[in-house]
């Protein structure tokens, strides 16, 4: 796997029997408290001895194992490194741990946290994960954690290399040398098929869900469009290509071809419809190219919401590869059904249709919600659109809520009826669709770029200025569970608050997400993807 730091495994042919190589000079890595039998239980039969009956089916038959926070990850290309593997689990959380099974084409992958670990399945369950454009597949393994000896000092390199970069760090200089697969944070980007127009803004909306984009110049050579785009750091410029590479902008067109650029900075001129430098506004348009047109810019974009739903940001983010929450394509056909989830496992004692309201919120603007009547652990939820209901089954399917772990599937029902007049149904159907709490009816909403998985560490905004940190320690605390950290932004406006648990953030966020601070002014509360 480009040299860095391979695991070799030996499997006899025929046999159960797996040999790690561990020796103390190997440089291998092993998985502590491992019998052969173990490793074998977590391998499909048909991997034994790298045969094939060709039957896919057979294939996918594998005996899924409880959560755990190490994830098995197979069929994995020859070819890939393992700064591709550790790519797939980054978005959902740190990556503490990887183990390449280089001979069987597969990998062990430990998370953080295994709240991590299930929001990476979860998502990778409603979005095959690609590596290289190839299908990988990702089950939760038999074991709980990792081992890795001192020898593995190759594969360690690249987890705390491409660690550092992600964390907003930079690598030490003697790892750089093994983040070369990723250390270009200038993508060449080719757009093959293409019916229609594609423009330096679509492009940096696609990109900026992986990061900061710095620039982008566009151009046409032998008769396609192309482009040069720069990240502010590489490993983001890594991650948008392997969610992005081979995916469609449109439906069925405007397929893009990603590769890294060997170029390492790009140097842009002028702004304007071919090129543009975001860090510097104050360059001209130069001659003979016009700058953009706003009207243009808006042409555009109200063309582009007939072009099969391309572009509406909730129907990007439901259907990319990505960053499980950061927005980007549209246009998968992830919309083809209704916008109506059937939430299961509720606690019944609990729940009530202003908590799942400002739950499923989150992730898209919810208009009704109806508790069944004769089985109260269940809930009908109708979003805006079949897209913001494919977002909200991907980040909260399997969390906890109330104590429970939550099911969300979509529902074979287009809508949610109302109660007829004069019936009444003891408050377990709300219509939420003229609510003012929506937090995607304006479009080109910032929330739109901030949808992040459930996770421990919460944003709050529209903080009073005579709030104090104790103050909203103190409030959080009260709401139920415990505040690990706190930190606020410059302005005191805006901060983060980290909760001991995923399951105790979600509680606290349903409590106290528009709650009034005094002076009608109300708390913002959404996930973050930082940690404090």
């Not at 603007?365 to 809930?379: E, F, P, T």
């Not at 109708?382 to 913001?388: I, V």
């Amino acid at each position: 796997m480009d040299g860095l730091g391979d695991v070799a495994v030996g499997v006899k042919r025929g046999s159960d029997e797996l040999s790690m190589y561990n020796s103390p000079n190997s440089g291998m890595s092993s998985i502590s408290a491992m019998s052969p039998d173990d490793v074998s239980s977590t391998m499909p039969p048909l991997l034994s001895d790298g045969t094939s009956n060709g039957s896919d089916s057979k294939k996918l038959r594998v005996e899924e194992a409880p959560p755990s926070r190490v994830l098995h990850i197979r069929k994995l290309p020859n070819e890939a490194s393992e700064t591709e593997v550790i790519a797939l689990g980054l978005p959902f959380g740190k990556v503490t741990n990887i183990l390449t099974l280089k001979g069987k084409n597969q990998a062990f992958l430990e998370m953080g946290t295994e709240e991590a670990a299930i929001t990476m399945v979860n998502y990778y369950a409603t979005v095959n994960p690609h590596v290289r454009n190839v299908p990988v597949f990702i089950q939760y393994s038999n074991h709980k954690e990792l081992k890795t000896d001192v020898g593995n000092s190759r594969a360690q390199a690249v987890l705390q290399a491409v660690s550092a970069v992600h964390s907003g760090g930079s690598p030490s200089s003697d790892v750089q040398e093994a983040l070369a697969a990723a250390s270009s944070p200038v993508l060449r980007i080719i757009i093959d098929n293409m019916f229609y127009p594609v423009t330096l803004d679509v492009l940096q909306q696609i990109f900026s869900k992986f990061g900061t984009v710095m620039k982008i110049i566009t151009f046409t050579k032998n008769n396609q469009f192309q482009a040069l785009l720069q990240y502010s750091d590489p490993i983001n410029a890594q991650q948008s290509k392997l969610a992005l590479d081979g995916q469609n902008i449109y439906n069925s067109c405007c397929t893009l071809r990603i590769d890294f650029s060997k170029l390492v900075n790009l140097n842009v001129k002028y702004n304007n419809d071919k090129s543009r430098d975001y860090t510097r506004p104050d360059l001209p348009a130069g001659d003979g190219q016009p700058s953009i047109d706003p009207n243009v810019a808006a042409a555009f974009n109200k063309d582009s919401n007939s072009l099969l739903g391309a572009m509406n940001p909730l129907s990007a983010a439901a259907a990319a590869a990505a960053a499980a929450g950061r927005v980007a394509l549209a246009g998968h056909g992830q919309g083809g059904s209704g916008g109506v989830l059937l939430v299961s496992n509720l606690n019944e004692e609990m729940v009530t249709p202003q908590s799942l309201f400002t739950l499923f919120g989150v992730y898209g603007d919810v208009q009704r919600v109806k508790i069944l009547y004769n089985k109260k652990d269940s809930a009908l939820i109708q979003m805006s659109d079949g897209n913001q209901a494919q977002l909200a089954m991907s980040h909260l399917n399997g969390q906890k809520m109330y104590g429970k772990i939550i099911r969300v599937t979509l529902s074979k029902h287009q809508s949610v009826a109302l109660p007829r007049d004069g019936l009444d149904d003891q408050g377990l159907t709300k219509d939420f669709t003229n609510s003012p709490l929506h937090r995607f009816k304006k479009p080109g909403s910032k929330n739109f770029q901030n949808i992040f998985p459930p996770s421990a560490t919460l944003h709050l905004s529209n903080i009073p200025t005579d709030v104090s940190e104790d103050d909203l320690r103190l409030l959080f605390s009260n709401a139920g569970g415990t505040v690990k950290a706190f930190k606020f932004f410059q302005d005191h406006k805006m901060a983060l608050l980290q909760m001991s648990t995923v399951e105790e953030a979600i509680q606290v966020l349903i409590d106290l997400h528009n709650y009034n601070m005094g002076g009608n002014q109300h708390l913002r509360v959404s996930f973050s993807k930082s940690t404090i």
